[in-house]
């Protein structure tokens, strides 16, 4: 005759004790201080989807037609009309776990310790992590489009007149790099005609490092990163990132300007990181982990520009 094995329990105090304990550790995982990942600081965050979305669509108006001057008693007057077209992403949702054994929870309980955070922070850091790539990279199997490499964005060709007839910033002078700074946030303007405007240039962390350091001018002490923030009709900020190294044609490094607000683009998360009631499972408690996400929409793809071989 087959006997029924049942799974070890927690006592009562060790039940509550647990019980309290993942409250704690929820609790301060949401306030955990970690290091920054760049899409959650350089992207608006939207949430307004909520929980239960499985796509996202958003729609785009086009409104063509004249107008003219017209006579007294005229009646051929022009037709204008507004012609619309949608776009949908799929939002996807992320997962994983924690958990601990039985002998963790009441050696815990028995010294009077905290259960350890760290396999919470872990588990909180590697959905935001996936959270970010998306956002910079898509998931090409979702058809979820990355920010670098999304559809419709405008190209700005880098000079090749650094020594040896190069696109490098290591091998051009202040005015050069100042140059093609300028040019990539005109290419936004100069394509739309002035309708869209970038705020935010974007470089690879090495880039970053050279304007940051390199004068403008030898009796200077401006740095070409001063200069260009003081002087430029367009770019308010400029930011690192470390998805443009290689980002570009041929792996070669990525500039990127765009208009930084809401108007532009979000990053849609339909739902933060959440996490579930321990599931006993054999002699350890796991704790399911879960989050969604649709990437990066953006609604004027000609907003936003690239440069690439500096």
Known sequence: MSQTKHPMKLDAG???FFKRELEYVKAQTYDTKQK???AIV????S???GPGATEITFRKYTGVGFAKVIADYANDFPRVDVYGEEVTRKVKGLG???GYSIEEIRASQMANKRLDQRRANAARRAQDELVDRIAWNG????NIPGFINYPGISEYTVPADGTGSTKTWSTKTADQILRDMNGLAAKVVEVTSGREIPDTLLLPLAQYNLISTMRVG???DTTVLQYFLKTSPYI???EWLNELDAAGASATDRMMVYARDAEHLTLEIPQPFEQFDAVQKGMAFEIPCHSKTAGVLVYYPLSIAFGDGI
């Not at 350089?42 to 965050?45: D, K, N, R, S, T």
């Not at 998931?139 to 979702?142: A, D, F, P, R, S």
Request: net charge negative; charged share 20%.
């Open 14 to 16: 060790e039940s509550v």
């Open 36 to 38: 920054v990942l760049k």
């Open 42 to 45: 350089l992207f608006p965050v």
């Open 47 to 49: 949430g307004e989807a």
């Open 96 to 98: 994983d776990s924690y």
């Open 139 to 142: 998931l090409t199997m979702y």
């Open 218 to 220: 030898t009796q200077s």
């Open 236 to 238: 308010k900020a400029v």
